[in-house]
């Protein structure tokens, strides 16, 4: 019985001590939000037809290719201009 009573209050003591110290740790003066410009995944082209092919995505190299060509519909290919902010990039 003397054990359970010694572990709550040591429970409160460290729960009033990690209060105390979140409230005094530093903080940064202008904290800038983090906007990602595209959160979903580039797949590779057909890769969900076959089980053998990774996801992972590679460019489309073949003369017909309707992805490498941008068809309309097709799968899109990633570009510069997917890019992220750079203050808050990684």
């Not at 409230?23 to 959160?39: F, G, L, Q």
């Amino acid at each position: 019985v003397l054990s359970v009573d010694l572990l709550r209050a040591f429970c409160a003591l460290s729960a009033h001590l990690l209060r105390t110290f979140r409230d005094k740790m530093a903080s940064p003066a202008d904290k800038v939000k983090i906007v990602k410009k595209r959160m979903k995944k580039f797949p590779r082209f057909q890769a969900d037809r076959f089980k053998r092919m990774n996801q992972s995505w590679r460019k489309p190299r073949g003369i017909d290719g309707r992805v490498r060509r941008k068809f309309k519909g097709s799968t899109i290919i990633p570009n510069i201009g997917y890019g992220s902010d750079k203050k808050t990039r990684f």
